[in-house]
Nanobody, 127 residues
Framework: QVQFVESGGGLVRPGGSLRLSCAASGFFLDYYAIGWFRQAPGKEREGVSCISASDGSTYYADSVKGRFTVSRDNAKNTVYLQMNSVEPEDTAVYYC????????????????????WGQGTQVTVSS
């Protein structure tokens, strides 16, 4: 049974940092492109970042570029999202998921291509 579990969320002040983790069981994360998405209350799901399996290339939404960094630890079968200089607009539930169609990220995140969504982890940016 495939299961993705996100963790690392919490309450953080503007300008602070958090590191989110996406751990998989029953699935090898290093075989596929892995995406991070977020959804804020009353808003549509937004693609945040992606890391490729083929060459480790990455994609970032303009809203997080320069502040967030995605990485993977294949030995731990875990993908991370380092969030720096967070802003109140980053408040959302963050999810990870796998793209079984691609090993390499596109320059956009098509949510419908991703599967094995976890339960998400809440990130709240507030002073």
């Amino acid at each position: 049974q495939v299961q993705f579990v996100e963790s690392g969320g919490g309450l953080v002040r503007p300008g602070g940092s958090l590191r989110l983790s996406c751990a998989a069981s029953g699935f090898f994360l290093d075989y596929y492109a892995i995406g991070w998405f977020r959804q804020a209350p009353g808003k549509e799901r937004e693609g945040v970042s992606c890391i490729s399996a083929s060459d480790g290339s990455t994609y970032y939404a303009d809203s997080v570029k320069g502040r967030f960094t995605v990485s993977r630890d294949n030995a731990k079968n875990t993908v991370y999202l380092q969030m720096n200089s967070v802003e109140p607009e980053d408040t959302a539930v963050y999810y990870c998921a796998a793209n079984l169609l691609r090993r390499r990220c596109l320059n956009e995140l098509r949510g419908y291509e991703f599967v094995y969504w976890g339960q998400g982890t809440q990130v709240t940016v507030s002073s």
